[in-house]
């Protein structure tokens, strides 16, 4: 058994996957998490009527190889996407939407049964309970001789031989402080690295029964005039609990969640009629509020701008100190995928 205390801050995928990989390479881990919830950006409401719905991480297709064996490995099912029937598309708000159907040929997207937080619950589970510290928000790291402190807004300090960040390498550089300083070209580069989806705001509205799909409605929408841009059904892969999701226009942050909740029904009744209005529940997530998530960018950053960059491989502060999470991923960053990629790199190196 190697006893060296690994401290990984953030208890997000990449933070669980990490903590699980090392566990079972005999390495003794704690998780230290900021906020009262684990999961980070994979966040699963579930509604009074069972559907399940998601207000972060979502979709996998079949590219995404590690994620979905690491599915495989937690005995996690899944299911398609559902997708058949007469899809919209709204180009100006004067003009009615346009009616297509998605191809049957087109790749797949697939979601997890039950919601993607049983992946995390099952990470969990493996990991210990014990292993994570909840409310436990670092705020700064120090390298002392042979050991990294690492310091939490209480003032306690947890001492690690090798300490491994899983924060979106912005959100670290702007929120926590180092001693010494780490290297000008990482702060810089990590300043200019984007957080996948950090800006957006997800919608679900849950309703008893999927009218959408009695009238051979697919539940799915692109509109470039309205308050929902993007939009699927995400009734639960057994058929029992039924909603609408999607994404809000980004600059609707500025609303209420009551006006956002008006504008989203007015544009699901003007799509399907009455029946949209009869819903149980409306939920939302605006993740650029969300300081565990989001810092504000100094410059506009594109997507995925710097994600996966080759200089997140090379160890800092004298080999003690690893920037991993999604973002730091050589494939897909940004993405759960990219998560559990980063996770399998740092954990080669031990
Ligand atoms: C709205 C939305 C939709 C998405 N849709 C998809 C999708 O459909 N498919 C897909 O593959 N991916 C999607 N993603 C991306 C996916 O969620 C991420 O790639 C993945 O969850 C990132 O995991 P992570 O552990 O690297 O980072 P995070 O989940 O961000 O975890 C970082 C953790 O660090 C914690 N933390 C922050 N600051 C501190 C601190 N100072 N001290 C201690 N802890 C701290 C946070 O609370 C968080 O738990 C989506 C993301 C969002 C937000």
């Known amino acids: 058994m190697n006893n060296a205390k690994i401290i990984i801050i953030g208890a997000g995928l990449s933070g669980l996957m990490i903590a699980y990989l090392l566990q079972k390479k005999g ?80 790749e797949p997207s697939y979601r997890i049964v039950g919601g993607t937080a049983t992946l995390i619950e099952k990470l969990v589970a493996e990991v210990g309970i014990q292993n994570i510290k909840t409310q436990t928000k670092v705020t700064a790291i120090k390298e002392v001789n042979n050991h990294l402190e690492v310091t939490d807004s209480d003032g306690i300090i947890y001492e690690g031989a090798k300490v491994i960040s899983t924060l979106p390498p912005h959100l670290l550089v702007q929120t926590v402080t180092f001693e010494p300083l780490l290297p000008d070209s990482i702060q810089q580069l990590a300043r200019k690295t984007h957080t996948w989806m950090g800006e957006s705001i997800k919608f679900a509205v849950e309703y008893t029964r999927p009218f959408w799909r009695e009238n051979n409605y697919s539940g799915t929408l692109f509109s470039q005039a309205s308050i929902i841009q993007e939009m699927y059904d995400h009734s639960t892969a057994d058929n029992k609990g039924y909603a609408l999701k999607g994404f809000l226009n980004g600059g609707t942050n500025t609303l209420s969640e009551e006006e956002r909740k008006a504008k989203v029904i007015l544009q699901l009744t003007k799509l399907f009629g009455d029946d949209a ?31 996966g960059h080759p200089d997140y491989k090379k160890p800092l502060l004298n080999d003690k100190l690893y920037i991993s999470g999604s973002e730091t991923a050589s494939e897909n960053p940004g993405y759960m995928e990219g998560a559990v990629v980063a996770a399998k790199n740092i954990a080669s190196q031990f």
Do not use: C
């Open 27 to 106: 390495f003794e881990v704690i998780i230290l998490e900021a906020h009262t919830r684990i999961g980070g950006r994979i966040e699963t409401v579930i509604g009074t009527t069972g559907a399940t719905m998601e207000l972060g991480a979502t979709w996998f297709s079949k590219p995404h190889q590690h994620l979905i064996a690491l599915l495989a490995e937690l005995d996690i099912s899944y299911f398609r996407q559902h997708t058949q029937g007469i899809s919209f598309f709204e180009t100006m708000s004067f003009v009615p939407p346009q009616k297509f159907e998605i191809s049957d040929a087109e």
């Open 277 to 307: 209005a009869n819903y149980v529940a409306y939920h939302e997530k605006v993740w650029r509020n969300e300081p565990l998530t989001f810092f504000p960018y100094e410059h506009l950053l594109m997507g995925h701008e710097n994600n």
